[in-house]
């Protein structure tokens, strides 16, 4: 099964508005990554925040991390219409003993912003 | 910059038939990934390569083979297409250090299988 579920599926804003998606995890983690998907194109990555942190910001964007509840969220403040695409969270981990590092992707979150 | 290039873009493949996809890299990076991508499912991790020399499975190996021919180079190959397979495959890669851990995605192969 999928290691993150994002919150809500859909959502769907007037441009200006702020859009907060949450994502859930089930495994200890090293980093939750933050995706963007413009339809028909590949990922594009949008911001990391480690286990140790509790928030961080980029521009616009606000992530935080409560690793006691397995949880965090993304924040688009002032959202506008090039804003529309498809966000995933991705849990990043260690795997021990065998050196390398898995990413772990939700389903996504389809946001719509209108004009 | 190329940063992930990934061949074909589209595929149409009949039940039974074989086909390679292929993905490089230019930035020297260790790790190398191919995950699926279909409707409600969000990203499916297929087969990963830490470095160059080893592979693993991931989530959904079934029907799949992979080969990382060089540190650049990781291609999927699907021995007998079914029409299950038919989703969006993305080749990704990273650095994959505890301190640089972001990765870095192909624009993707449509594949119809049917």
């Known amino acids: 099964s999928q290691q993150g579920e994002e919150d809500p599926q859909a959502l769907s804003i007037q441009e200006g508005e702020n859009a907060t998606m949450n994502c859930s995890y089930k495994?200890?983690?090293?980093?939750l990554q933050w995706y963007r998907q413009n339809s028909g194109r590949g990922l594009v990555h949008l911001i990391l925040?480690?286990?140790?942190?509790r928030e961080k910001h980029s521009g616009r964007l606000r992530v935080t991390l409560d690793t006691s509840k397995k949880s965090s969220s993304l924040l688009i403040t002032a959202s506008r219409a090039a804003d529309t695409a498809s966000y995933f969270c991705?849990?990043?981990?260690?795997?021990?003993?065998?050196?390398?590092?898995?990413?772990?992707f939700g389903k996504g979150t389809k946001l719509s912003v209108i004009p | 910059n190329a940063g992930v290039t990934q061949t074909p873009k589209f595929q149409v493949l009949k039940t039974g038939q074989s086909m390679t996809l292929q993905c490089a890299q230019d930035?020297?990076?260790?790790?190398m990934y191919w995950y699926r991508q279909d409707p409600g499912m969000g990203l499916r991790l297929i087969y990963y390569?830490?470095?160059?020399?080893?592979?693993d499975k991931g989530e959904v190996p079934n029907g799949y083979n992979v080969s990382r021919l060089n540190k650049r180079e990781f291609s999927l190959r699907l021995e007998s297409a079914a029409p299950s397979q038919t989703s969006v495959y993305f080749c990704?890669?990273?650095?994959?250090?505890?301190?640089?851990?972001?990765?870095?995605f192909g624009q993707g192969t449509r594949l119809t299988v049917v």
């Open positions: 991705a849990s990043g981990r260690m795997v021990t003993g065998a050196g390398s590092y898995q990413l772990t």
């Open positions: 495994t200890s983690i090293n980093n």
């Open positions: 925040i480690r286990s140790n942190e």
């Open positions: 930035m020297n990076h260790n790790s």
């Open positions: 390569s830490a470095s160059e020399g080893t592979t």
């Open positions: 990704a890669s990273s650095r994959a250090t505890v301190m640089n851990t972001e990765a870095f």
